[in-house]
């Protein structure tokens, strides 16, 4: 089910996401705004995630430096760009201006992958209470979308977070652990979760080390 429009603001997207909504635009091109309040909803339940061991060897070989909160402007740009895989971005002018204006308010957040002084890949997305909710990812150099959700999911875990919202279940994200929820189920989820206090934030600059030691000892391990 698709709700048409209002004039997005701030207050607005995080009064939507509390009750179950979120914001897309039809492409970049387009100034226009529908809300999306889908039957069933991805999420990735933070005690079934699961990394291969195949992205685990990549890990150890720590490639690339994991940052938070870095370059949120140059993060949601990146994720708004037309690549190989993406013809067409739902991100469009609209939502880059409301989310880097929650980002200064500390409800959006990202984790980046960097190397050489670039970024390589990432993510980016909303935080109310003990719920995050995933917005788009997006990589320039292998695997590195995938390492930035590895790295979410520890932080969320690490900050007490109960619920993982993606939107919508790929292949990608199955191979994670993401799962879909009717909209009953997934409301009654998500207004346990956004009644919690909690935090994403954590001590700056990122220990990698220890937040890799958490991920290799802590997450299931698939072939």
Known sequence: MENKNKKLNTELVLNAYRAGLFPMAENSNTSEIFWVDPEVRGIIPLDKFHI???????????????????????????CAEQSEQRNETWINQTIIAVYSELF??????????????????????????????????????????????????????ERDFVLLDTQFLTQHLKNFGAIEVKREKYIKLLSSAVSLDRSFHGREPFDEESGLSRILQSNTQTS
Request: net charge positive; proline share 1%.
């Open 104 to 157: 200064k308010q500390k409800c959006a957040h990202t984790v980046e992958c960097w190397v050489d002084g670039a970024l390589a890949g990432g993510l980016y997305g909303l935080t109310i209470g003990g719920a995050f909710f995933g917005e788009s990812m997006f990589s320039k150099r292998p695997n590195a979308s995938k390492i930035a959700l590895v790295y979410l999911v520890d932080r969320l875990f």
């Open 52 to 78: 291969s061991r195949s992205l685990k060897k990549l890990l150890r070989k720590k490639t690339y430096s994991i940052k938070f909160n870095y370059n949120f402007e140059q993060v949601i740009q990146a």
